[in-house]
């Protein structure tokens, strides 16, 4: 079973903007209550895509500047990167399926 990446500045350029697969992001923080809703799900979701996406979390305490290049105001805030550009994103905890979609649709 899959994990999600800890994705952090260091990592980011290799593991995101240089991965020939689309990257599900989810920006999160500990402390954050509908973070840990999802938590599970995104979990979840880096076993089921495995070798076909990646899935990865960014801990907005921890990486402040990733946080800041995204706009990240509100957490969890998930977004899906292909080619290095954003190709899909919402705001809020969203279902499985929801995250499933956009990661299915940048799979196209």
Known sequence: MGKPLQITQDNFKSEVLESKQPVLLDFWAEWCGPCRMVGPVVEQ????????????????????????????????????????????????????????????????
Do not use: C, H, W
């Open 45 to 108: 979701l880096a076993g089921e895509y495995e070798g076909k996406a990646k899935v990865g979390k960014v801990d907005v305490d921890q990486e402040q500047d990733l946080a800041q290049n995204f706009s990240v105001s509100s957490i969890p805030t998930l977004l899906v990167i292909k080619g290095g550009k954003v190709v899909a994103g919402r705001v809020g905890a969203g279902s499985k399926a929801d995250l499933a979609k956009m990661l299915d649709e940048a799979l196209r």
